[in-house]
T-cell receptor, first 114, second 113 residues
Framework: EAGVAQSPRYKIIEKRQSVAFWCNPI?????LYWYQQILGQGPKLLIQFQNNGVVDDSQLPKDRFSAERLKGVDSTLKIQPAKLEDSAVYLC????????????FGPGTRLTVT | DQQVKQNSPSLSVQEGRISILNCDYT??????FLWYKKYPAEGPTFLIS???IKDKNEDGRFTVFLNKSAKHLSLHIVPSQPGDSAVYFCAASALNSNYQLIWGAGTKLIIKP
């Protein structure tokens, strides 16, 4: 079974630029998560999708971050404009259903904002 | 506020000995506790979980203990192997928050040969 795919793996941008990350979850997984992991901290949930609907986006900075999951499969996370404090690893995860204990993570995208 | 805390940033253990990783939490509403393991440049992978109604769960070399009165859980790895060197994250979830995972900051475990 193919795992969660993410691209790009690394991205360096200047502040005020925009960036987009892509995620392809495990086939058949209805629930998709985007996390932000700042160095030295645990992952923080940004947004959770159930199929193509948003379940929880309470910690998503909506003035600059947006995410979508068209057709309930792939998802993109966008930052516009980026700030220095957005430097982090952005992790995508999926699970077979909402509330499933085990989430499957992709390798992440390391973003550096200069 | 940090609801899940891992107070030891790193831990060094001799190969073959027991590794004990600790985690404290503040929210008594958590229903499940989980441990994830993370290698460099990879995403976290699920290791083991425990329900709040239990005090122990075992899976091979890995055992998780839960002390609800102390709001404390620990992960025991016996015997420790070189491949266990990784960052270990403690996470917790509650039904009343859609089982959103709340994560600790992680403990880096180094197994010495």
């Amino acid at each position: 079974e193919a795992g969660v795919a993410q691209s790009p793996r690394y991205k360096i941008i200047e502040k005020r630029q925009s960036v987009a990350f892509w995620c392809n979850p495990i086939s058949g997984h209805a629930t998709l998560y985007w996390y932000q992991q700042i160095l030295g901290q645990g992952p923080k949930l940004l947004i959770q999708f159930q199929n193509n609907g948003v379940v929880d986006d309470s910690q998503l900075p909506k003035d600059r971050f947006s995410a979508e999951r068209l057709k309930g499969v792939d998802s993109t996370l966008k930052i516009q404009p980026a700030k220095l404090e957005d430097s982090a690893v952005y992790l995508c995860a999926s699970s077979s259903q909402q509330g499933a204990l085990e989430q499957y993570f992709g390798p992440g995208t390391r973003l550096t904002v200069t | 506020d940090q609801q899940v805390k891992q107070n030891s940033p790193s831990l060094s253990v001799q190969e073959g000995r027991i590794s004990i990783l600790n985690c404290d939490y503040t929210n008594s509403m958590f229903d499940y506790f989980l441990w994830y393991k993370k290698y460099p440049a990879e995403g976290p992978t699920f290791l083991i979980s425990i329900s709040s109604i239990k005090d122990k769960n075992e899976d091979g070399r890995f055992t998780v203990f839960l002390n609800k009165s102390a709001k404390h859980l620990s992960l025991h790895i016996v015997p420790s192997q070189p491949g266990d060197s990784a960052v270990y994250f403690c996470a917790a979830s509650a039904l009343n928050s859609n089982y959103q995972l709340i994560w600790g900051a992680g403990t880096k475990l180094i197994i010495k040969p």
